[in-house]
């Protein structure tokens, strides 16, 4: 090939570019200078026929190699991430001009950062998943400790129960003895005056002790309502926190299966640069 041939191969890189589907730019160079050039339509170097080839380009490297090259050239060099895939042309055995084919990698990077950035918001969300399910865990327990308490109560107040017939039936039984005492003192007549006293005082205790007894068996009866109420509602939350934890074990496994595909989206992103 003749350098004078450069011009030529220039005038055809348009229907080169037409042939095929990829959007890419397409340069044809001489030694030093752009010869020809058609832009993609979103890689555009905003090169001219005529500028000089900037320290760092394929096409340079290509040249001074003496061999096809392909390469990743970075943004700060024309503004534009691309692949360019250059070929030296040769006259003979002397370098006269390379052909540069260059594929915009903006695109590309950008779907990169994205599937990273999503990787990293879904292992985010997996931990904060994680941390909410250890801590339903500890508030179920918490739920089901609750719910033993008032079992427990439970227990405690029927066990009052027991008591609280026991002191009821002593204060009945005290007070007929109090009563019976009464009888005894008046058959005594002037003799029995102070048993009288005693009869009167026994059967006052015997009163008192029957109205504490109502006044306690009354709030131990309101605490059993209220016990078996919170077991109802320690019970209920605790199926509910159940469920919840079920529900978030099944969006850990969803979110597990996206951050996978993630995962692999990061990687076909990668591998397309």
Request: proline fraction near 2%.
């Amino acid at each position: 090939m003749k350098k004078e041939h450069l011009g030529i191969i220039g005038d055809f890189i348009g229907i080169f570019q037409s042939l095929v589907t990829a959007d890419f730019n397409i340069t044809v160079t001489d030694t030093e200078r752009v010869i020809a050039i058609k832009p993609g339509k979103t890689i555009n170097f905003n090169v001219q026929r005529g500028d000089m080839l900037k320290e760092g380009t394929v096409a340079l490297e290509a040249m001074h190699l003496r061999k096809p090259l392909s390469r990743m050239v970075p943004r700060e060099l024309y503004g534009i991430p691309y692949m360019g895939r250059a070929v030296p042309l040769f006259d003979g055995s002397d370098i006269i001009g390379c052909i540069v084919v260059a594929e915009s990698l903006d695109s590309k990077e950008k779907l990169v950062s994205l599937a990273q950035n999503l990787s990293t918001v879904l292992v985010q969300i997996t931990e904060a998943i994680t941390e909410n399910a250890s801590g339903l865990e500890k508030v179920a327990n918490l739920s089901y400790q609750m719910e033993s308490v008032s079992e427990v109560s439970l227990q405690s107040v029927k066990e009052t129960d027991k008591i609280i017939e026991t002191v009821y039936n002593i204060s009945r039984q005290t007070k007929l003895l109090g009563f019976n005492a009464s009888i005894e003192a008046a058959r005594a007549g002037n003799a029995g005056r102070g048993f009288n006293v005693v009869a009167s005082e026994i059967s006052l205790l015997a009163e008192n002790s029957s109205n504490s007894t109502q006044k306690i068996n009354d709030i131990l009866e309101k605490l059993r309502d209220e016990n078996e109420k919170v077991s109802k509602q320690s019970q209920e939350l605790s199926l509910i926190l159940t469920q919840i934890a079920a529900s978030t074990e099944e969006i850990s496994a969803s979110i597990q299966s996206l951050s996978t595909m993630s995962e692999e989206l990061v990687n076909m992103a990668e591998s397309l640069i």
